[in-house]
């Protein structure tokens, strides 16, 4: 089974510098999905990856896939109060075929705390 | 309502208690999704449902059965429970269909279960 590594697992950054989550898989990632979680309640999507090397940004965040497709990233820029929360990568298990639908397998998060 | 709706937010049962909870889409979607989350454990996949079809039951003992009466509700149906059931479960959707569709899952506000 696919298992996915965050790290850090928890962070403390002060308002208004960068920082970087990383999320490692032990097989090849078909589909990387970022998620933020604040404390108790649902998942947020941020962003979704698919192709070796992909770079997507939203806001002041960015994400990219390597060209193998085992490692993601996060990165925050600028980091602001509304940032803080728990972020957790999620993977599908295959490659989709259009057909079925597969439920993700998840890591187990980085809390990340914004110091003012 | 708009997105994925969860009731009740909060459940606290006993061990012989008989209990439901519920999720609502209000997204279109076709397939829908049970996950756990456990103190210090990743979101661990429970069931999936593709066209109100069960296509996967990921080894979750049977004092959890689930209910999918339509592509748009989704029920757990708990009884027997144990302390250690005690998690935040929470429900997803995601829209199935072609090449360009990826599985994007859209995640309710969850229900925090206690088991006493």
């Known amino acids: 089974s696919q298992e996915l590594e965050q790290s850090p697992q928890s962070l403390i950054v002060q308002e208004g510098k960068n920082l970087t989550i990383n999320c490692t898989s032990s097989?090849?990632?078909?589909?990387l999905y970022w998620y933020k979680q604040k404390y108790g309640e649902g998942l947020i999507f941020l962003m979704m990856?698919?192709?070796?090397?992909e770079e997507k940004s939203h806001e002041k965040i960015t994400a990219k896939l390597d060209e193998k497709k085992q490692q993601s990233s996060l990165h925050i820029t600028a980091s602001q109060p509304s940032h803080a929360g728990i972020y957790l990568c999620g993977a599908r298990p295959v490659l989709y075929s259009g057909g079925g639908a597969d439920g993700l397998t998840f890591g187990k998060g980085t809390h990340l705390i914004i110091q003012p | 309502e708009t997105g994925v709706t969860q009731t009740p937010r909060h459940l606290v049962m006993g061990m012989t208690n008989k209990k439901s909870l519920k999720c609502e889409q209000h997204l279109g979607h076709n397939a829908m999704y049970w996950y756990k989350q456990s103190a210090k454990k990743p979101l661990e996949l429970m069931f999936v449902?593709?066209?109100?079809?069960?296509?996967e039951n990921n080894s979750v003992p049977s004092r959890f059965s689930p209910e999918c009466p339509n592509s748009s509700h989704l029920f757990l149906h708990l009884h027997t429970l144990q302390p250690e059931d005690s998690a935040l479960y929470l429900c997803?959707?995601?829209?199935?269909?072609?090449?360009?569709?990826?599985?994007?899952?859209?995640f309710g506000p969850g229900t925090r279960l206690t088991v006493l």
């Open positions: 097989k090849t990632l078909y589909g």
């Open positions: 990856l698919q192709k070796g090397g």
């Open positions: 449902y593709n066209f109100k079809e069960q296509t």
């Open positions: 997803a959707s995601s829209l199935l269909g072609g090449r360009e569709s990826y599985n994007e899952q859209f």
